[in-house]
Nanobody, 121 residues
Framework: VQLQASGGGSVQAGGSLRLSCAAF????????AGWFRQAPGKEREFVSA???????YYADSVEGRFAVSRDNTGNTVYLQMNSLKPDDTGVYFC????????????????WGRGTQVTVSS
């Protein structure tokens, strides 16, 4: 199983980025997908998740600005990030979860390498 996150980059505040998470030998129709981020010197934190049935969940800090979605094949999950702020800076990770506690990173079984997002003011 492999998860591959991509789409990170450097943008100015107010800009947008779209992250992708491609799954190999895993289907997001079976596993929930989560996005987490880690800023320098801080712990990894929950950002967003999409359940197997398509339900979406967001951290309060990104509610209304970020949108998580999944393609029809179940192999790719996206995180559309709008109105980005400097506080959104960090390494973003995608992960797969077979359970239903979407905000708890310890429930996630598979993790991809992160993609860096840098938002300048």
């Amino acid at each position: 199983v492999q998860l591959q996150a991509s789409g990170g980059g450097s943008v100015q505040a107010g800009g947008s980025l779209r992250l992708s998470c491609a799954a190999f030998r895993l289907s997001f129709d079976v596993y929930a997908a989560g996005w987490f981020r880690q800023a320098p010197g801080k712990e990894r934190e929950f950002v967003s998740a999409i359940s197997r049935s398509g339900g979406t969940y967001y951290a309060d800090s990104v509610e209304g600005r970020f949108a998580v979605s999944r393609d029809n094949t179940g192999n790719t999950v996206y995180l559309q990030m709008n109105s980005l702020k400097p506080d959104d800076t960090g390494v973003y990770f995608c992960a797969a979860n077979y359970f239903s506690d979407y905000t708890n990173s310890r429930q996630y079984i598979f993790w991809g390498r992160g993609t860096q997002v840098t938002v300048s003011s």
